[in-house]
């Protein structure tokens, strides 16, 4: 599969414990975006990387997370202490360097996190 | 602010019968409109976006500015077609890409 990769698939943690969450998009696209999709509701962006830069992180982005992208390829999502209101599907997605009319967003299948 | 408002959670419809699916948006800007499909056990994939003027799959929207409606509509709807669909947001000075998307339809075709 040369899509976009996360993981793990799924995550069970205990209230206060830290995650961290891992992403490898397709090889040759430099821009990675973090959603989160809670349920019965669409996706609600969290931030984007060009490249190595993290250029806009969402306001729903509190201080207990964070992304990094140290070498522009994957990318990982960290969320300390992390509560029960931080249960959702945490999706990954790439989307290549031009502006072309087909650019698209590509999605990974997710990480679904539990806190219990 | 931006928003995405898909009045029907779930839709029901029968095989050879046509399909809308409703989208209303809030934007004060030039919007780029998306409808993103996913399909049991798949991943979130593009079905089409307004800039492209084409149908895929049968499908068809269109943008309207005046009524601020993004509606996904095909005449005949199959079986394969049951899936949930996002209607989604963004605006040209954001990059096309940071989407605000919609709560989403579960479209359920019957034989």
């Known amino acids: 599969d040369t899509g976009v990769s996360q993981n793990p698939r799924h995550k069970i943690t205990k209230r206060g414990q830290n995650v961290t969450f891992r992403c490898d998009p397709i090889?040759?696209?430099?821009?990675l975006y973090w959603y989160r999709q809670t349920l019965g509701q669409g996706p609600e962006f969290l931030t984007y990387?060009?490249?190595?830069?993290?250029?806009?992180k969402s306001r729903l982005l509190s201080d207990r997370f964070s992304a990094e992208r140290p070498k522009g390829s994957f990318s990982t999502l960290e969320i300390q202490r992390t509560e029960q209101g931080d249960s959702a599907m945490y999706l990954c997605?790439?989307?290549?360097?031009?502006?072309?009319?087909?650019?698209?967003?590509?999605f990974g299948s997710g990480t679904q996190l539990s806190v219990l | 602010a931006q928003r995405v408002t898909q009045p029907e959670k779930l839709l029901s419809v029968f095989k050879g019968a046509p399909v809308e699916l409703k989208c209303n948006y809030s934007y004060s800007g030039s919007p780029e409109l998306f409808w993103y499909v996913q399909y049991s056990r798949q991943r979130l994939q593009l079905l089409l976006r307004h800039i492209s003027r084409e149908s895929i799959k049968g499908f068809t929207a269109d943008l309207n500015k005046g009524e601020t409606s993004f509606h996904l509509k095909k005449p005949f709807a199959q079986e394969e077609d049951s899936a949930m669909y996002y209607c989604?947001?963004?605006?040209?000075?954001?990059?096309?890409?940071?989407?605000?998307f919609g709560q989403g339809t579960r479209l359920t075709i019957n034989p």
């Open positions: 990387f060009q490249n190595e830069a993290q250029l806009e």
């Open positions: 989604a947001l963004s605006g040209w000075d954001q990059g096309a890409q940071k989407l605000v």
């Open positions: 997605a790439s989307s290549p360097p031009v502006m072309t009319s087909n650019e698209k967003l590509f």
């Open positions: 090889s040759e696209h430099n821009r």
